[in-house]
């Protein structure tokens, strides 16, 4: 299977770890400083879940969707910011030749209303989203440190859609070292998650 990872912070760097160590082939797409250094010098991840490192050779990363040629993407992994959600969906969107016939769409995103988003330009069937409550923080632009995890990293459909695309997905996040499990009720994880953060955030900011 062959993935993007649609944004290539501490979030998209994770999940590009855990799928390289599954045998993925995986596209980064990051700022150019973030491409250059993971072209120099590879991904590297510490942290709770061990060491691992990935030589420049075991992926490719770019800094626009235009810099790729002739791909067909059975995911595509949107770790952006939320904020950021309106002008990722349109770049999919006028690139959307390089989702594969069956291809899928996942929001690693906090809070709601990035799965509507982009429903403006693809259909409910393609749009999944996930819940994921594990710390990444980046210390440097090609490494990545996992610093907290609280509980397995959780994919659905917020409109009723086939979860079982998701399967291979799940697995092989799951292979590379972090637990990925299906759900029938993402909603209500991410309702979760948004008032954990609504909790949580403001003791960090003290």
């Known amino acids: 299977m062959r993935f993007c990872i ?6 998209g760097l994770g999940l590009a770890s855990f799928l390289i160590k599954a045998g993925a082939e995986i596209d980064i797409i990051a ?17 709770i879940f061990g060491d691992f490192s990935a030589l420049p050779r075991q992926f490719d990363c770019f800094s626009g969707l235009n810099e790729i040629q002739n791909q067909n993407y059975d995911f595509i992994l949107v770790c952006t910011k939320s904020f950021d959600s309106q002008t990722a ?13 069956d291809g899928k769409i996942v929001l690693f995103q906090n809070g709601w209303g990035n799965a509507e988003k982009f ?14 409550i594990t710390g990444f923080a980046r210390p440097a632009p090609n490494r990545v440190d996992i610093t ?7 994919i659905g459909s917020l409109f009723g859609s086939d ?4 399967l291979q997905l799940c697995d092989l996040i ?5 637990d990925c499990r299906i759900t029938d009720s993402i909603e209500k994880d991410l309702w979760a998650k948004l008032l954990y953060n609504c909790l949580l955030n403001p003791l960090g900011a003290i």
């Open 89 to 101: 969906a349109g770049d999919i969107f006028d690139h959307k030749h390089l989702l594969g016939r």
């Open 31 to 47: 700022r150019q400083q973030t491409v250059d250094a993971l072209k120099k010098d590879g991904l590297i991840r510490t942290g």
């Open 163 to 166: 979860v079982t695309p998701l």
């Open 6 to 11: 649609y944004g290539g912070g501490a979030v």
């Open 174 to 178: 799951t292979k590379g070292g972090i």
């Open 148 to 154: 907290v995890h609280a509980e397995a990293i959780h």
């Open 119 to 132: 429903l403006r330009y693809f259909e409910p069937s393609q749009v999944y989203s996930a819940r994921v």
